[in-house]
């Protein structure tokens, strides 16, 4: 059974259409689970309604004519319970419905199962027979692994336009990520496809036919030259039979195979890389359906060629392209933050990636920018939205392709109210952030870019809370040296100066990796990162080190900050690093003070090691998105459990609370510089439980300025108390909320369903 159903998803994945995909569906489960009839039923959710789309062995006639209310009817029944239903007797059912232009009145057994994508429902698949029997296990497990699969080409369909049914007038695809960057965007589509990725080819028209052909036929020559040559230096030492291999994979990239087909593919109107990746998908799908092993076994030759053709097509086409439209939305399998330098800023309006969570680094760097950005996308066929109107929506995680004018129109409006309120709030932004019964804070700016984006900042902040020096090391293709990173640290101090400025060490790992430093793991945020990297690597560190502090004579604003830090071992040893650094510095000739030193608390063990590190260090530093992500045990990065991250979880605030008193009791000044101090409601919780220091992103400034501004000090430790009286992360956001319109306040909260 297992070897029918992967023919089956076989031949529906390479279907060209949707019609075809359903109908071979419909048709190939029929004749697998031998029985009478095989139907799929549509979701219109403007209807609330499912629509009979393919069906064999009910009448072809009521296709796209029959159309069921959610709820009515057995078909109804299973798409609003969202289980599967498996009836011997359909007709004795309570909800059994007949529907004369379907002919099913003679069909007694049933069996339906939801299609379900993304917690959305899509449709639901029947099988029914003439006379009684009861579907057993098998079977319906086998109905419920074609749903799923089904789900997917459902939602390729609707995202490339090709759900083309006359009950479905201009219908839109709708895509559920993770909300990583606020802000909303509305512009073009731009794929960006990763190296030698056979399935993230996008469809280009040839500008010039012959061009394409031309240099299609020099990369098979440079694969095939690669194969001879590989051929040769193995000749000695593989057996004869293995080195025949070498002469079928020239033979299959011979002019009367590969290169003719994807020859007149791109005669047909497609640019090579799209053609050679059209005419491999198809071969690969081929021989993976056919029966005898050695064939099945040279699928995976096929796509190996086919991806060495690719690599040396891409070495002449660039990645990115050369002119961006206005408000461009960028689409990566992985956007990288070497990527985001390289596009003008006036010009990005938006950032999908189908990796990542809203924690990981390109999220953090583009909620510094003011990008919008959703993550998590697993399910977006890349290749097809080159080009195609989309409206991105990074505060609840959506996007829509091809949107109506009405939805447009909705988006442009709530865009247009952001930008109202930014300039309004705007007035006070030179203001101190004072509470009405005078309680001050003192408000920073995380940056790790370059200092035109924050300096501006300079007389609205109390100084930089979190430089991430990371952010310079993975824009490079090596390891800075020390007067690289003397000059990048010494422009960062003097442009804030005399305000501090913290530095954090290098801090790779978990999901942010350096690309001439790679760390493979297979629990990355559990495994080398941080602190821990730094101190295995002393040489690095060192350099570091001697570079900050090079950096900050005469200025004397440079404040350290060791991230990842679980043992006072690790402390300890960075403070012989420094010292050694200062004495071999006041060798050369320059004289440096010993800088202020704090520790990331964002490893659930620090919270337990306070006193020991309160004596060793000046000020903590708390990471509030890592301190949740491990306190939950949510992998971040994680689409499947991306909603379990919140950190308005009541543990992680508990947490929070519990930290700001003793470290008050220890007399260690503490700041918080994760993403619940740029968050308005978040920022007065950790104001009410005690904290002074909020560092954020620039863009949060002016809504967590506005809100300190308008709440006592009391009233946000009423408001402490009352959240941690709650039991789970949707009454804590409800009653914030709620809190938040009282005192009139909910519009500097992001936009809500």
Same mark, same amino acid.
């Given at each position: ?8 998803i ?20 029929r ?23 393919e ?10 004519q ?11 029944t ?25 002919g ?7 069996l ?15 099988v029914?027979?003439?006379e ?12 419920v ?33 993770v ?36 240099r299609?036929k020099?990369?098979?020559a ?12 193995l000749?000695?030492?593989i ?44 071969h690969?799908?081929?021989l ?7 064939l099945r ?12 053709v ?11 392209p050369?002119?961006?439209p ?5 689409i ?11 596009v003008p ?18 999220a ?11 993550? /998590?996308?697993? *399910? %977006? +066929? ?5 080009? $195609?109107?989309?409206? #991105?929506?990074?505060?609840?995680? @959506? !996007? ?31 203001l ?46 090596r ?12 422009e960062?101090l ?8 913290v ?6 790992? /978990?999901?942010? *990796? %350096? +690309? ?5 793991? $297979?629990?990355?945020? #559990?495994?080398?990162?941080?602190? @821990? !990297? ?12 001697r ?5 900050s ?31 071999e510095?006041?060798?050369?000739g ?17 919270l ?14 708390v ?8 306190l ?56 009410g ?5 909020l ?9 967590v ?22 039991d ?12 938040m319109q ?11 369903d």
């Amino acid at each position: 059974m297992l070897k029918v159903l992967q023919r089956i998803i076989q031949e529906v994945n390479s279907a060209r259409s949707l019609d075809a995909a359903l109908a071979t569906l419909v048709r190939r489960t029929r004749k697998a689970m031998q029985t009478d009839v095989c139907s799929f039923y549509l979701f219109d959710g403007e209807r609330d309604a499912l629509v009979l789309m393919e069906t064999i062995g009910l009448r072809t006639q009521a296709v796209g004519q029959v159309a069921l209310p959610v709820g009515e009817g057995l078909v109804g029944t299973v798409a609003r319970r969202e289980e599967p239903l498996n009836l011997e007797d359909a007709q004795a059912h309570p909800s059994f419905r007949y529907f004369e232009a379907t002919g099913e009145e003679r069909y007694s057994s049933f069996l339906g199962v939801p299609i379900i994508h993304q917690r959305r429902m899509l449709g639901v698949l029947v099988v029914q027979q003439a006379e009684r029997r009861r579907y057993d296990e098998s079977d319906e497990a086998f109905l419920v692994t074609m749903g799923a699969q089904l789900a997917g080409v459902l939602a390729h369909a609707l995202a490339t336009g090709g759900l083309t049914c006359p009950a479905f007038p201009g219908v839109q695809a709708t895509f559920i990520g993770v909300a990583a960057s606020p802000g909303m965007a509305i512009g073009e589509a731009v794929v960006l496809s990763p190296p030698a990725d056979l399935d993230s080819v996008p469809d280009l028209v040839p500008t010039d036919v012959e061009f394409e052909i031309a240099r299609l036929k020099d990369a098979i020559a440079r694969v095939r030259e690669e194969i001879r040559a590989a051929g040769e230096r193995l000749a000695n030492r593989i057996s004869a039979q293995e080195l025949a291999l070498f002469d079928v994979y020239q033979q299959m990239l011979g002019e009367a195979a590969l290169s003719q087909e994807v020859e007149k593919r791109i005669r047909e109107g497609q640019w090579a890389p799209g053609a050679l990746a059209d005419v491999v998908r198809r071969h690969v799908q081929y021989l993976e359906r056919v029966d005898d092993d050695y064939l099945r076994e040279r699928a995976a030759d096929v796509r190996d060629l086919g991806r060495r053709v690719l690599a040396h097509l891409q070495e002449e086409s660039p990645r990115l392209p050369e002119h961006y439209p206005q408000g461009a939305i960028l689409i990566g399998d992985e956007i990288s933050v070497a990527l985001l330098g390289e596009v003008p800023r006036d010009r990005l309006g938006g950032l999908i990636s189908v990796r990542g969570s809203s924690n990981s680094h390109v999220a953090i760097i583009a909620r510094a920018m003011g990008i919008p950005l959703v993550s /998590g996308m697993i *399910d %977006l +066929p890349l290749p097809r939205l080159d080009g $195609a109107p989309l409206v #991105l929506d990074g505060h609840r995680g @959506r !996007v829509f392709v091809r949107p109506g004018p009405e939805l447009v129109a909705h988006y442009q409006s709530q865009i247009d109210e952001e930008k109202a309120l930014a300039a309004l709030l705007e007035h006070e932004q030179d203001l101190p952030s004072v509470t009405p019964d005078g309680h001050a804070m003192t408000l920073m700016v995380n940056t790790g870019l370059t200092v035109d984006t924050v300096a501006s900042l300079k007389t609205r902040i109390g100084g930089v809370g979190l430089y991430r020096t990371e952010v310079p090391f993975m824009i490079t293709e090596r390891f800075p040296g020390e007067q690289e990173q003397t000059r990048l640290y010494r422009e960062q101090l003097e442009s804030f100066a005399p305000l501090p400025v913290v530095m954090r060490t290098l801090d790779i790992g /978990g999901d942010k *990796d %350096l +690309p001439y430093f790679p760390i493979e793991e $297979a629990n990355p945020f #559990l495994g080398w990162r941080g602190i @821990r !990297v730094t101190l295995d690597h002393p040489e690095v560190l060192m350099v570091q080190l001697r570079a900050m502090l090079r950096a900050s004579q005469g200025l004397d604003n440079l404040e350290l900050l060791l991230p990842m830090v679980t043992n006072v071992d690790e402390v300890d040893d960075t403070l012989k690093l420094i010292e050694r650094a200062i004495i071999e510095l006041g060798e050369e000739g320059v004289e440096v003070r010993r800088p202020r030193l704090g520790v990331m608390l964002e490893v659930p063990a620090t919270l337990y090691q306070l006193r020991a590190l309160a004596a060793r260090v000046d000020f903590f530093s708390v990471g509030s998105n890592d301190l949740t992500q491990y306190l939950l045990a949510v992998d971040r990065n994680n689409p499947r459990v991306a909603d379990l991250y919140d950190s308005c979880h009541p543990a992680v605030l508990s947490a929070l609370h519990r930290l700001a008193a003793e470290s008050s009791e220890l007399n260690v000044p503490t700041s918080v510089c994760g993403e619940l101090a740029g968050d308005p409601a978040g920022a007065l919780l950790l104001m009410g439980m005690g904290f002074r220091v909020l560092s954020m992103n620039g863009p949060n400034l002016p809504r967590v300025r506005a809100a300190i501004r308008r709440v006592s000090r009391e009233a946000a430790a009423e408001l402490v108390e009352q959240t941690l009286a709650l039991d789970t992360p949707a009454e804590v956001r409800a009653h914030l909320a709620s809190r938040m319109q009282a005192w009139q306040l909910a519009h500097l909260l992001p936009p809500r369903d």
